[in-house]
């Protein structure tokens, strides 16, 4: 405990190392992965996302019927690895710095083009 | 006397992970013990098989969460053996840094769970302090906190550029104090000491017999440490492993703390001689063939197998982890002591469940 004493002293006086969280946040690395935003309008539909994403979180399907491609992209199952963005042609995706809130729900998001 | 058998585990506040362990007693004394595995089993191998090779890089990030970089190092390191294509130095210096940090954090919050294993709680929150600053060096550097990947075959993702590297060398320097701190107690005081002298003691010679591995081997003595083998890019580092004589559990943590101290040296190290160049290279075949690679995991010597027939998809791919080499030993170490003993003693080997059933 003696050797203790001298990093004791110090925390006494030093302010606390956590934040009180949602009135408080803290700054995010530009680095930072951690929301995958998409732009429909940039999209064309070419499948290459869906095809390198490793974790099946983005998924392309024919509609034959309407003659159109539906594209889901499931930020639950998303490992925010940001291979599609190295990958996608168009500059349709980015990664997004701040952390998504924690939410009860989950919701795929959907999006159709092409005829 | 009486003997009386009752589990412990899988849920035990000292066990961050499921195992449990049936201990045999008589009075305060354990005279058996016997494991039972196969609470945390996820498939992984089985899982590696079906994705194309490029895709397990992240699945075998996932096998562990701690030391998630180093098995993805491993898995590329692997795959290109295996593809015949070599990682660009400036890459290898990257991986080693990352490698390191990965290191810090989990022996940071090993020795965190230690002191919390024997009641020291202040010092538990000041190793997981320190552990902070280390994690927040990984997601600036990598964008993640945990589970980074940045490894690919062929290379890494990303870079540590020049703004970033000062940077870098001030979040070392900031845990070197942390450490600086945190040391004395860890190797001097009086409680940390009467808890960890003497108990689970693994003699030399049984820990070489037994295929023990990483601290557990290299607290009993023996100077072994896949590291030497010079992958990433440990052979132009001067990498020397640590060892200690004391084949207790106080040597085991002696060997994560004074590790802690090398890693930093060979993070600064890797930074300072980290040469420019390219970050990855394309494979431009599929993996075939047989392939075998071992890296130093914070708890041990790692073992890949991978078998390719040409194809996108892997045939077999084996992981033996640390964990699952030093359960032998613990089953050794823990007859004999007494049963508040077995939460420190089951700690010293570093038990990490999830890597050992993937
Ligand atoms: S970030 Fe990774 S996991 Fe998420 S959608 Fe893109 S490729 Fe898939
Ligand atoms: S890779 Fe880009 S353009 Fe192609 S489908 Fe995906 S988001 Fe759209």
């Not at chain 1, 992965?33 to 399907?61: D, E, H, S, V, W």
């Not at chain 2, 004999?336 to 570093?350: K, Y």
Request: proline content about 6%.
């Amino acid at each position: 405990m003696p050797l203790m004493s001298g990093n004791l002293i110090k925390n006494l006086f030093a302010g606390p190392v956590t934040r009180p969280y949602p009135v408080a946040k803290r700054r995010s690395f530009p680095r930072a992965r951690a929301q995958l935003l998409y732009n429909p309008t940039g999209c064309t539909y070419c499948g290459i996302c869906a095809n390198i994403c490793p974790a099946n979180a983005i998924q392309m399907k024919e509609d034959r019927e309407s003659l159109r491609i539906n594209r889901t992209y499931d930020s639950f199952a998303c490992i925010y690895c940001a291979r599609c963005i190295e990958f996608c042609p168009n500059g349709a995706l980015k990664m997004g710095v701040e952390h998504l809130e924690p939410t009860d729900r989950k919701a795929v998001m959907r999006t159709a083009g092409r005829a | 006397m009486a003997r009386v058998t009752f589990p412990f585990g899988p849920q035990h506040p000292v066990l961050p992970e499921a195992i449990q362990l049936q201990l045999t007693c008589e009075d305060e004394r354990v005279v058996e013990v016997l494991p039972v595995v196969g609470y945390m089993h996820r498939g992984i191998e089985k899982a590696a098989e079906r994705n194309p090779y490029s895709h397990n890089v992240f699945l075998c990030e996932r096998i562990c969460g701690i030391c998630s970089f180093i098995h993805a190092l491993c898995y590329c390191e692997l795959v290109e053996s295996m593809t015949k294509i070599k990682a660009p130095p400036r890459a290898k210096y990257l991986r080693t840094i990352w490698s390191e940090l990965s290191r810090i954090h989990s022996h940071m919050l090993w020795l965190g769970l230690l002191a919390d294993s024997f009641g020291f709680e202040s010092l538990f929150m000041q190793c997981w302090r320190a552990r902070e600053i280390i994690l927040d060096t990984l997601e600036m550097t990598t964008g993640q906190r945990v589970i980074q990947s940045t490894c690919t075959i062929g290379g890494v993702r990303c870079d540590i550029d020049s703004e970033m590297k000062p940077e870098v060398h001030r979040q070392m320097k900031a845990f070197k104090k942390e450490l600086e701190a945190i040391y004395p107690v860890f190797a001097r005081d009086y409680t940390v000491k009467a808890r960890l002298v003497g108990k689970g003691v693994l003699p030399k010679e049984q820990a070489w017999s037994l295929g023990t591995v990483g601290p557990v081997l290299r607290g009993s003595g023996w100077a072994y440490d896949a590291r030497m083998l010079g992958y990433a890019a440990y052979d132009e580092l001067e990498f020397e492993p640590v060892v200690e004589n004391g084949c207790d559990a106080y040597a085991r943590m002696m060997v994560r703390l004074r590790e802690v101290v090398q890693s930093v040296e060979l993070v600064v190290k890797a930074l300072d001689r980290m040469p420019d160049g390219e970050l990855a290279v394309t494979a431009r075949r599929f993996p075939e063939g047989e392939g075998i690679i071992r890296v130093e995991q914070p708890r041990g010597e790692l073992v890949e197998y991978a078998r390719g027939n040409g194809t996108v998809r892997l045939e077999r791919l084996k992981v033996r982890t640390p964990t699952f080499s030093n359960i032998p030993a613990l089953l050794l170490m823990l007859p004999g002591c007494e049963v508040a003993d077995v939460p420190v003693i089951t700690l010293s080997i570093d038990p990490c469940i999830a890597c050992t059933e993937r």
